[in-house]
């Protein structure tokens, strides 16, 4: 008896510890949904503010610093309400402000601090980098005489029409050449187009850098560019020859070993003889 109900003692405990321990698993995550939901409103109200601020003055251009809570799942930008929406396990919570001006835009649902550019585009509110550039980042090592395209596609997540865009590049890259994207964009449009890198022959070894932008008067998004060319001189081992002494009729196997960042396109072979009375060369 005592053994039974030692046992029955055991699996009372177990089954206590098992709902306390659900109970605070629970606990945690009603409280760490609360927190972050509110880092949400935080930043939804001084995104909102802001864009009501520019509104009420007929247009301009801001930028505000948020912060983007951890577990943000998506946001809306829906009339005049922005919207985050925060998920911990099964829970959600969602902040959400409303402004004065209809709104569209796009955020990064990453969490970190970020500067958050608005601007009053015809009737709304424009919040966020609402271009987005692929890829946002080039990273190439190319021999001179080398060419390389890559294509590029950017994309207006924004639920209005931009115009006026334009593809740039900056003056570290200069060896670039891009053809235009389309210069409008519908909401929710994407256009491609291309970067084209041609090395100089005579380009020396050397590593550049700039960016490739896509603008208009009120919006842009830009992709780093990193460009590393290589221009060495070949090099050259294991030369000789199977004989030393040639006699007559007899044949001389000449070697060496050439190495070059790119396919050689050319090579002289020389000889010299030394007769009695004069050194002759031969190429």
């Known amino acids: ?34 927190i972050r939901t509110t880092q949400a409103r935080e930043t939804v109200q001084t995104l909102a503010a802001a864009a009501d601020r520019l509104y009420k003055m007929g247009g301009g251009k801001t930028t505000v610093t948020v912060t ?6 998506n946001y809306t930008f829906s009339g005049n309400a922005i919207r985050l929406r925060i998920a911990i396990g099964s829970e959600f919570g969602d902040a959400i402000a409303f402004t004065d001006a209809n709104v569209t835009g796009a955020l990064s649902k990453r969490s970190g601090k970020y ?29 001179a005489g080398q060419a390389n395209i890559t294509y590029m596609n950017v994309t207006n997540n924004a639920e209005i029409t931009l115009q006026n865009l334009m593809a740039n590049k900056t003056s570290g890259i200069s060896i670039v050449n891009l053809s235009q994207s389309s210069s409008t964009l519908q909401a929710g449009e994407s256009s491609q187009f291309t970067a084209n ?21 009120d919006f842009d998004v830009k992709s780093s560019v990193s460009i590393v060319i290589i221009n060495n001189p070949p090099t050259w081992s294991n030369l000789g020859a199977n004989a030393s002494i040639v006699h007559t009729n007899v044949s001389v196997l000449f070697y060496s070993r050439w190495m ?24």
């Open 68 to 73: 983007i809570p951890e577990s943000v799942v």
């Open 115 to 143: 500067e958050i550019p608005i601007v009053i585009s015809g009737s709304k509110a424009v919040v966020g980098n609402i271009l987005t550039l692929t890829p946002s980042s080039i990273s190439l090592t190319l021999t």
């Open 260 to 283: 070059d960042d790119a396919q050689l396109d050319k090579f002289t072979f020389g000889k010299h003889e030394l007769h009695k009375h004069r050194h002759i060369v031969h190429t």
């Open 197 to 217: 890198f041609t090395i100089p022959s005579s380009r020396k070894t050397e590593t550049l850098s700039g960016f490739i932008t896509v603008s208009n008067s």
């Open 1 to 34: 008896m005592k053994a039974q109900a030692g046992l029955e003692y055991l699996i009372l405990a177990g089954i206590l510890l098992m709902f306390f321990a659900a109970v605070f698993v629970y606990s945690m995550q009603t409280s760490t949904l609360s």
